[in-house]
């Protein structure tokens, strides 16, 4: 079964930048859509974004379009979540899986926006 292990994550002020990846193992993503989703705590995990297998096809969450930029790495199997312009509102833990049908999820990693 592959697994997801996220990082990037960080602490910053509003308006900053950070660059989430998702390295996979045991298996490859090249086939798949992947996507990142997020969860606060006491709320549901959300979607964020998605890219097509080959990278051609992109979709965010309306939120965040315009501000975040998914892209994937196939040789590396690895899925990236560059995020710019980082409001409050952006905080949660960050996941990657596959999309739309996810497996286990990983730990995330953690963003966090003051303002």
Do not use: H
Request: net charge neutral; glycine share 10%; hydrophobic share 30%.
């Amino acid at each position: 079964q592959v697994q997801l292990v996220e990082s990037g994550g960080g602490l910053g002020q509003e308006g900053a930048t950070l660059r989430l990846s998702c390295a996979a193992s045991g298996g490859t993503l090249s086939t798949y859509t992947m996507a990142w989703f997020r969860q606060d705590p006491g709320k549901e995990r959300e979607f964020v974004a998605a890219v097509s297998w080959n990278g051609a096809n992109t979709v965010y969450e309306p939120s965040v379009k315009g501000r975040f930029t998914i892209s994937r790495d196939n040789p590396k199997n690895m899925v990236y979540l560059q995020m710019n312009s980082l409001k409050p509102e952006d905080t949660a833990v960050y996941y990657c899986n596959f999309y739309p049908s996810t497996t286990s999820w990983g730990q995330g990693t953690q963003v966090t926006v003051s303002s």
